[in-house]
């Protein structure tokens, strides 16, 4: 018998990525190999029956993100608006952080698992998986949190995130 898996990414098939791609290829594998596979992800406006059959996977809405700072008003406006959504980025990593109570909300009432695996980017995936776990001690056997490249301690990066983050993946 195999093992029930569980894949939580903010993108999957068929949006084309290298983390969607990580994402769906892990499920298509660990499915083909006889693993039970749940896929938790923002789910595209396309149906998923037909990627479901075919590679018994099974998909699973987390949510969207709600609140935009998206603005169809004066150029002005617009450069501040730019401006506030800089700094909120680099200072609280918004929006992409969103994912991290989305993540914790759709976890809460599942457990059971032999193996979670979140994929970044954004990193804020590992955050609501981390506060899961925390609190739902069944959720998973087995956490893999895959970063890909490295979050703190970037050097491709030109300007780096605020020390507290260094905290924050520690943490997770």
């Not at 993540?103 to 193996?115: E, V």
């Not at 087995?142 to 890909?148: E, L, Q, R, S």
């Amino acid at each position: 018998m195999g093992k029930i898996i569980l894949i939580t990414c903010a993108s999957f098939y068929p949006v084309i990525s290298p983390r969607s791609h990580r994402a769906t290829e892990l499920a298509k594998e660990f499915a083909r190999e006889g693993h039970h596979v749940t896929a938790l992800t923002i789910k595209d406006k396309h149906g998923y029956d037909e990627f479901e059959k075919k590679h018994n996977v099974t998909i699973e809405d987390f949510g969207r993100q709600k609140f935009s700072f998206e603005s169809n008003r004066e150029k002005k406006r617009k450069k501040y608006l730019k401006m506030f959504r800089k700094l909120f980025s680099y200072l609280f990593l918004w929006p992409q952080i969103k994912i991290t109570p989305l993540i914790y909300q759709a976890l809460q009432k599942k457990h059971g698992y032999d193996l979670l695996i979140s994929i970044a980017v954004p990193y804020a995936t590992h955050w609501g998986v981390a506060l899961a776990m925390k609190r739902n001690k069944h959720l998973a056997t087995t956490w893999i949190a895959d970063c890909g490249d490295p979050f703190i301690g970037n050097k491709e990066k030109k300007t780096g995130y605020p020390i507290y983050f260094r905290w924050i993946e520690k943490w997770f």
